[in-house]
C-alpha cells in the first residue's frame, strides 16, 4: 500500500471510522471505500462529503487522495463512477464547504409496530432512518421502546460510531418531543397519537410516513383536511410524501424538508 493510500486509512482510523460506517456517512458503497484506500481517484462532487466526514480541508483531502501525476482541473472530466450520486443529484444538496443545517437540530423519532402498522415498511425505515441520522449528525429524541430505539440501536451496531457509547431513552411521551424542531412519525399506535397531539400543540413540525400505517396514516389523512395542522408545511411536500412508496424515498423528502425550512418558526 503505498504513502497516501495509507494516509487515506489512517486519517479515516483517527476519525473512528470503519471502512463501512465511513461509506455511510459519505453515501456510498463500502467497496467504493476501499477503491479508495487501494489507489482509486475520488469523484470531485464526493470529495466536500468525504472531507467533512474525515474531518479535515479540501486541501488536507487532496494531499491524502490525489496522485502525483493528476493535474489541476483532471477532476473535472472524469466520468462518473458507477453506484456514486453525479453533480447536481439530490443527495448532495446538502454537502458544501458547510455543515449540513440539520446537524444544527433536534428531532424527535415517533412510532412502534402497531397492529395496523406495515411492518416491512418500518424494517425499510429503521435502516434508512439510522444511516440519515449517522450522515447528518441529528441529535434524536426517542423513547425507551419503539421506533426510535430501533433507529438508534440499528445505528450503534451497524455503524460502530466511536463517540456512541449509549443511547438514553426518554420517558415520557413530553420529553419525546421537548426541544424538537420536527417529530418524524412512523407506524404508532395510541401511545404515538398523543405525542403527535402534543407535538402539534407545543408547534413541533409534524413529518409523517404515511405509507407506514398507524397513526402516520392517520395523522396524514387527518391533515389532508383539516390544513391548519401542516400549514408549515409546503403543498408539494405534503403531497410527495402522500405518494412516496418506499422508506429510501421518505428519507429523502425528510432531508430536502429540513434542509429547506432548517429550525425558524412556521
Same mark, same amino acid.
Not at 40 to 55: D, F, H, I, N
Not at 84 to 105: F, I, K, M, N, W
Given at each position: ?42 469523484? %470531485?462532487?464526493?470529495?466536500? /462529503? ?37 453533480? @447536481? ?14 446537524? *444544527? ?5 415517533? @412510532? ?14 429503521? %435502516? ?15 423513547? %425507551? ?43 404508532? @399506535? ?35 383536511? *383539516? /390544513? ?5 408545511? %409546503? ?20 432531508? *430536502? ?10
Amino acid at each position: 500500500m503505498g504513502r497516501r493510500r495509507a494516509g487515506l486509512v489512517a486519517r479515516r482510523e483517527v476519525a473512528g471510522f470503519t471502512q463501512e460506517s465511513l461509506a455511510a456517512a459519505v453515501e456510498v458503497d463500502r467497496k467504493t471505500v476501499s477503491r479508495w484506500e487501494h489507489g482509486e481517484r475520488v469523484s %470531485p462532487w464526493l470529495r466536500p /462529503r468525504l472531507a467533512s466526514a474525515l474531518g479535515i480541508s479540501l486541501t488536507d483531502l487532496a494531499a491524502l487522495v490525489d496522485d502525483d501525476r493528476e493535474q489541476p482541473g483532471e477532476a473535472s472530466v472524469v466520468p462518473d463512477e458507477p453506484g456514486e450520486p453525479a453533480p @447536481g443529484d439530490d443527495s448532495v444538496t446538502a454537502v458544501s464547504g458547510h455543515r449540513p443545517v440539520e446537524e *444544527q437540530l433536534r428531532i424527535a423519532i415517533c @412510532g412502534s409496530r402497531a397492529e395496523d402498522a406495515d411492518a416491512d415498511v418500518i424494517d425499510a425505515a429503521v %435502516p434508512a432512518l439510522a444511516r440519515f441520522a449517522m450522515v447528518s449528525g441529528l441529535r434524536v429524541n426517542h423513547g %425507551p421502546v419503539g421506533v426510535g430505539i430501533e433507529v438508534m440501536t440499528y445505528m450503534a451496531d451497524r455503524y460502530r460510531p466511536a463517540d456512541f457509547t449509549m443511547t438514553p431513552s426518554l420517558f415520557g411521551r413530553s420529553n419525546v418531543v421537548r426541544d424538537a424542531s420536527y417529530a418524524l412519525v412512523i407506524g404508532g @399506535g395510541e401511545g404515538t397519537a398523543d405525542e403527535v397531539d402534543l407535538t402539534v400543540f407545543t408547534g413541533v413540525r409534524v413529518i409523517p410516513f404515511p405509507l407506514s400505517g398507524g397513526t402516520a396514516r392517520r395523522f396524514y389523512d387527518h391533515a389532508r383536511r *383539516q /390544513r391548519h395542522q401542516r400549514e408549515w408545511m %409546503p403543498d408539494h411536500y405534503f403531497d410527495a410524501f402522500g405518494e412516496c412508496r418506499d422508506a429510501d424515498e421518505y428519507v429523502r423528502l425528510v432531508r *430536502q424538508l429540513i434542509n429547506e425550512k432548517g429550525s425558524a418558526s412556521p
